[in-house]
């Protein structure tokens, strides 16, 4: 039997953030984070009625996978990730530990791996990098709709 909430708690709910967080401290958190990403994604369409691209979803999916992987490759012990809707658009933020911030490695075409901030940057509408008391925290934006001229970052070219 489905749950009935009542009118008065139903419009307590409008106009609050939509917000999933999750601590990641286990043997499997990058495939954990996709998953809890897409389901975050999927929540948005089928709960919230809210339309979410198919390149929303699979640019959201992946930029958690990349820095998750990049929290566990260089962070020890464990990180965060916030997913926030907010303007039509979807705020990942992942805190980890380390305080030294991240650069983007120079161009090479040799090189095989270490592009995971490049492909964040590159795909995102809005990219920070901030040092916290403890650790850092990056947060970037992708927007919810597809960009009316392509652009895969939803942004304007």
């Not at 897409?38 to 979803?57: E, N, W």
């Not at 940057?121 to 850092?136: L, Q």
Request: with cysteine; charged share 20%.
């Amino acid at each position: 039997m489905a749950a009935v909430v009542p009118q008065d708690e139903c419009e307590s709910l409008v106009g609050r953030p939509i917000v999933s967080t999750m601590a990641l401290d286990g043997s499997e958190p990058i495939a954990g984070a996709r998953h809890a990403a897409r389901s975050f994604m999927t929540a948005l369409q089928a709960v919230h009625g809210i339309p979410v691209s198919d390149r929303a979803m699979s640019m959201v999916e992946l930029v958690v996978s990349e820095l998750v992987t990049n929290a566990y490759k260089y962070a020890p012990g464990p990180c965060l990730v916030d997913l926030e809707v907010r303007d039509g658009a979807v705020e990942i933020s992942v805190w980890d530990t380390d305080a030294q911030l991240p650069a983007a490695s120079p161009a090479d075409a040799g090189r095989i791996g270490q592009h995971g901030l490049e492909i964040a940057m590159a795909v995102c509408r809005s990219f920070e990098v901030r040092r916290e008391p403890v650790g850092k925290r990056v947060k970037v934006t992708i927007g919810l709709a597809d960009d009316p001229g392509g652009h895969p970052a939803g942004r304007l070219a």
